[in-house]
C-alpha cells in the first residue's frame, strides 16, 4: 500500500535544542498531519496541514512547534526549543482527500529522546 | 476530556477464541470510525472502517458493530491468531471536511496458541 517515510527513525537531543522532524508523505496527497505517541499508548493528534496552512491544532501544539512543508515536498514538525516533556514517538500521516471516511496512511515513527 | 474510550486496556484470548474490543464516544458530529492495528515498532495501519449510516460491517474475520443511539462500537476478531497480536485503537471523525482522526487509548491484544 501507499507509503509514508519517516527520517530519522530516532533522534536524541539536549533540552533546549531545536530538533526537526521529516516526513515524506505518499505522493498525491493533500492532507498532512502529526501526532504524538507515549509509550505505546495514546496516538495524541497534534496538527493537521492542508495547502500550505494549519487547519486544526489541539493544546499539545506548543508554542514551540511549528510545521511546514518547505519546497512540496518533505512535510516538517520543527520544535524550538525542546523540552524534556517532548519525548515521544511522532507519528506523520497523510490523506488523499480531508473528508472524513478518507484513509490517513502513517510512517513508521520518530522516535525524540531529549536528555 | 477524552473524546474516544476503549476497554479493556489489555485483553487475553486462545488461538481459535473470539476478542471483543469496545469503543464508546461523546460527540454526536462523528460520522467515521476506523479502528487501526499497530504492531511494535511500527505506525498504525487501517484495519477496518465504518460509516455512522450502518450498524455493521464485515471483512473477513473482522466485525465492526455499531450502535448509533448509543454511541458504542465494538470490534469482534473471529478465529483469532498469534499473528493479530498487536494494538488496537478505535478513532473517530467528524463530517467537516479536514478535521483531526481522534484515537481511543487503544487495546492491546496477546493471543496465545
Known amino acids: 500500500g501507499p507509503k509514508v517515510l519517516q527520517i530519522p527513525s530516532h533522534q536524541i537531543i539536549d533540552m533546549g535544542q531545536m530538533v526537526t522532524l521529516n516526513c515524506d508523505p505518499v505522493?498525491?496527497?493533500?492532507?498532512f498531519y502529526w501526532y504524538k505517541q507515549i509509550l505505546g499508548q495514546q496516538m495524541e493528534f497534534l496538527v493537521n496541514?492542508?495547502?500550505?496552512?494549519?487547519?486544526?491544532k489541539s493544546k499539545l501544539f506548543k508554542d514551540q512547534f511549528s510545521v511546514e512543508r518547505p519546497d512540496g515536498s518533505y512535510f516538517t514538525l520543527k520544535i524550538q526549543p525542546t523540552a524534556l516533556e517532548d519525548s515521544a514517538v511522532y507519528f506523520c500521516?497523510?490523506?488523499?482527500?480531508?473528508?472524513?471516511?478518507?484513509?490517513?496512511?502513517f510512517g513508521a515513527g520518530t522516535r525524540l529522546s531529549v536528555l | 476530556q477524552q473524546q474516544v474510550r476503549q476497554s479493556p486496556q489489555s485483553l487475553t484470548v486462545w488461538e481459535g477464541e473470539t476478542a471483543i474490543l469496545n469503543c464508546s464516544y461523546e460527540?454526536?458530529?462523528?460520522?467515521?470510525f476506523p479502528w487501526y492495528q499497530q504492531f511494535p515498532g511500527e505506525g498504525p495501519a487501517l484495519l477496518i472502517s465504518?460509516?455512522?449510516?450502518?450498524d455493521k460491517k464485515e471483512d473477513g474475520r473482522f466485525t465492526i458493530f455499531f450502535n448509533k443511539r448509543e454511541k458504542k462500537l465494538s470490534l469482534h476478531i473471529a478465529d483469532s491468531q498469534p499473528g493479530d497480536s498487536a494494538t488496537y485503537f478505535c478513532?473517530?471523525?467528524?463530517?467537516?471536511?479536514?478535521?483531526?482522526?481522534?484515537f481511543g487509548t487503544g487495546t492491546t491484544v496477546s493471543v496465545s496458541p
Open positions: 478513532a473517530a471523525r467528524a463530517y467537516q471536511g479536514g478535521r483531526a482522526l481522534i
Open positions: 505522493s498525491n496527497h493533500l492532507y
Open positions: 496541514f492542508y495547502n500550505g496552512k494549519v487547519m486544526e
Open positions: 460527540n454526536s458530529a462523528f460520522d467515521y
Open positions: 500521516a497523510s490523506s488523499l482527500l480531508g473528508v472524513s471516511q478518507n484513509t490517513l496512511y
Open positions: 465504518i460509516l455512522s449510516v450502518s
